[in-house]
């Protein structure tokens, strides 16, 4: 069977930088290190003024189409992923090809465009989407642009206001793919659930706690669907396992259950039974209640000892290191963790052709899909080619007060006009807005 799967990613950053343990808790009056430890931030990209999903996820998606020499006929759709959707009819990735327009002599006219929504699963429904799409043979050859972008801005003073971000990611899906092949299996776990919404307005309703523990809840059943029809997972058999990754913290939480799980009734729970005994199993108790206080124990226990501490620090730890400087990115931020992960690879000089990913996505609401990935001989190449840290390094970094006017500029319902922090350059740009309120974007040499 032809591998399919993801060719060549680009990820563009907001350009603004917020600190969060040295100018954002300081002014709420909160202890850094709820940040750091914590939530496990540093920094969150915003966009400038100039700066929103279409103009982020056009720039991701020219700086791909130019490193891999392409022209709009070699692409024959774009998907864009987002819950910042500004238009409940026309769909961003419209916009997208239109600025990609401005920049090339041919167009996209027979490309075929859509959005795809279900909170930050989106992403990878997206590429579902399109490995679907080139499996069914109806691609004429052609490769799926999807571009994963969000501004994750929560209003001022909800707590979710700690873990914002604002960034996109391009993703190129191809037969004979450079970086990844996708697994055929996938497994899924959704449920009907409130716990992050956003009915008709900009900024979400979110119920944070109980987000997530749906989040753990439905990672857990999309693993076990996975299992079911892929192989029992063992720790040994991914390289890395990178996660929707909201904050770091999210994560930590997510590792130590899946490793969990993977661990049950193999030598790696007899080698650490003398440590801290077997796992709880549920019919060893008599109520519920007292099995999930056995299971926290156990898990604290298991937490402490070195051979999850090793684990950790390979597979789960080095696709965090992007998120921390980032904050969430909703659709694009499993797809950061991928990168991140394959970055810490290359700059460690691991030979990872033909090693597995475990890869856990996902969307409040709420769905989580788990598939592998299969790493390609073109991986580090690709990897080698990503600009994400200079771009990271060249942010502005804002106060508290310049902070709260960006924030206010971006939104809808006060779209405060406010001089831009920094100089476009070699980008499309947002200008303004025409006659049936559309927005409207230029391509700044
Ligand atoms: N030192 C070390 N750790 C600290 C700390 C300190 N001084 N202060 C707080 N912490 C820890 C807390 O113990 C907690 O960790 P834990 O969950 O492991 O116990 C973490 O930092 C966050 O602190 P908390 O008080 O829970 O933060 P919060 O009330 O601001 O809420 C969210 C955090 C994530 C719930 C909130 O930001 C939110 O709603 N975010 C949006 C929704 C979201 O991202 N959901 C994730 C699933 S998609």
Redesign the pocket.
């Known amino acids: 069977m032809t591998a399919v799967g993801i060719d060549a990613i680009e990820i563009w950053t907001g350009k603004l930088s917020l600190d969060l343990p040295e100018t954002f808790a300081p002014a709420k009056g909160?202890?850094?290190?709820?940040y750091?430890?914590?939530?496990g931030l540093k920094t969150s990209s915003f966009p400038d003024t100039y700066e929103d999903i279409v103009t982020m996820g056009a720039n991701a998606a020219k700086r791909l189409m130019d490193r891999k020499g392409l022209v709009p006929e070699d692409i024959g759709r774009i998907d864009v992923a987002t819950e910042s959707a500004f238009d409940n009819s026309k769909p961003v990735s419209t916009y997208i090809a239109g600025c990609l327009e401005q920049v090339y002599d041919d167009d996209f006219h027979h490309a075929n465009k859509g959005e795809r929504k279900f909170?930050?699963v989106a992403g990878t429904q997206s590429i579902d989407d399109a490995y679907n799409w080139i499996r069914a043979g109806r691609h004429r050859g052609r490769s799926a642009l999807v571009v994963a972008t969000d501004t994750a801005l929560?209003a001022r003073g909800?707590?979710?206001?700690?873990?914002q971000g604002g960034g996109a990611v391009a993703m190129l899906i191809s037969e004979e793919p450079s970086l990844v092949e996708l697994s055929p299996e996938q497994g899924y776990g959704s449920a009907d659930e409130t716990?992050?919404l956003k009915p008709n307005q900009q900024f979400?309703s979110?119920?944070?706690?109980r987000?997530?523990q749906?989040?753990l809840a439905r990672m857990r059943e999309a693993l076990t669907d996975f299992e079911s029809v892929a192989w029992d997972t063992h720790p040994d058999d991914f390289a890395y396992i990178p996660f929707?990754t909201?904050?770091p913290?999210?994560v930590?939480?997510a590792g130590l259950l899946g490793y969990r799980h993977m661990i049950r009734d193999t030598e790696i729970e007899e080698d650490l039974a003398s440590e801290i005994g077997r796992q709880p199993r549920e019919e060893a108790f008599d109520d519920r209640e007292s099995y999930e206080e056995a299971i926290r124990g156990y898990m604290d226990d298991l937490s402490g000892t070195d051979t999850y501490r090793e684990w950790y620090g390979a597979a789960i730890e080095p696709t965090l290191a992007l998120s921390r400087r980032v904050g969430?990115w909703y659709t694009g931020s499993v797809h950061v963790a991928r990168a991140s992960a394959l970055q810490h690879a290359l700059e460690n000089d691991v030979d990872l052709e033909g090693s597995k990913l475990l890869v856990g996505s996902?969307g409040?609401g709420a769905q989580a899909e788990m598939h592998a990935e299969t790493v390609r001989p073109g991986w580090a190449e690709e990897v080698a080619a990503l600009t994400v840290d200079e771009q990271l390094d060249r942010r502005y970094d804002l106060s508290y007060e310049e902070y709260e006017r960006v924030h206010d500029s971006h939104n809808h319902d006060l779209n405060d006009d406010i001089e831009a922090f920094t100089q476009p350059d070699g980008e499309f740009v947002h200008t303004g807005w025409g006659r049936m309120s559309e927005r409207q974007y230029d391509y700044v040499e």
């Open positions: 909160e202890d850094p290190e709820k750091t430890k914590g939530l909170a930050c929560y909800d707590p979710g206001e700690a873990t716990d992050f979400p979110v119920d944070g706690k987000s997530m749906v989040y929707h909201p904050f913290g999210m930590r939480k969430n996902y409040s």
